[in-house]
């Protein structure tokens, strides 16, 4: 069965109030209450997006999402009443697309939610394959490949890289790419910097000096499709 959304939490009475209102606001929702639960899920059922929190009883859901990312590709937006930067890190790179601190509001949830599921849905764009320096993207099968060679990245970073060469040459503010990439102004500066880290390691010849993705100091980035020298 398809789902739009699996919450995989052990807080029973939180967990379900949110399988609730996604399912009343038409986001068809199912819940796992532990690791377990969530690989018997899989087998059985897809879902485009997960809710994962952090602590699961005995068992972690940075071991989790590590052991999902081996074979889905769905967003997965990390959900826990940990606070620390350290934790925050951590998730996204080990897959994570988001952070969401508990407690959280059921309004501001569904709205993140809805916007990523609009964004991993559909959308395409009206280029099926763009090409900069020796970069080849195809929209439509959601691939990249650098010197013709395949380069695996996650939802996120796949459509944070879309957004940037779509407006190659020109300085994207750091709202523009939270309101255009993660569908809110809600994300942390936290989240664009680990996933703009991530892409430079896959894409970029030298990570610490990029060719392509620019930062601009107090403002945000720029895609340089020449791919010139820093």
């Not at 399988?19 to 377990?36: G, H, I, P, Q």
């Amino acid at each position: 069965m398809k789902y739009d959304c699996l919450i995989v939490d052990d807080e029973e009475m939180l967990s379900i109030n949110t399988k609730e209102y996604f399912n009343l606001f038409d986001v068809k929702t199912a819940w796992a209450d532990s690791r377990d639960a969530c690989l018997d899920f899989f087998r059985k059922n897809e879902a485009d997006i997960i809710l994962l929190d952090i602590n699961l009883g005995n068992a972690s859901g940075f071991e989790l999402c590590k052991h999902l990312r081996q074979t889905i590709n769905a967003p997965i937006l990390f959900i826990s009443a940990r606070t620390s930067d350290d934790d925050m890190l951590l998730a996204l790179n080990i897959g994570g697309d988001d952070y969401i601190k508990k407690p959280y509001s059921l309004a501001v949830l569904l709205a993140k939610v809805k916007a990523v599921l609009k964004r991993h849905k559909g959308n395409k764009t009206t280029e099926d394959i763009l090409y900069c320096g020796n970069l080849c993207i195809d929209t439509l099968a959601k691939t990249v490949s650098v010197n013709k060679g395949p380069v695996l990245l996650k939802s996120m970073e796949f459509k944070l890289l879309v957004f940037l060469v779509q407006h190659k040459n020109a300085v994207v503010p750091k709202e523009e790419i939270f309101k255009n990439v993660w569908g809110d102004a809600f994300s942390e500066d936290n989240t664009l910097n680990v996933h703009i880290r991530r892409l430079r390691e896959k894409i970029e010849d030298n990570p610490n000096e990029p060719r392509y993705i620019k930062t601009i100091r107090g403002t945000g980035y720029m895609f340089d499709e020449t791919g010139s020298k820093p």
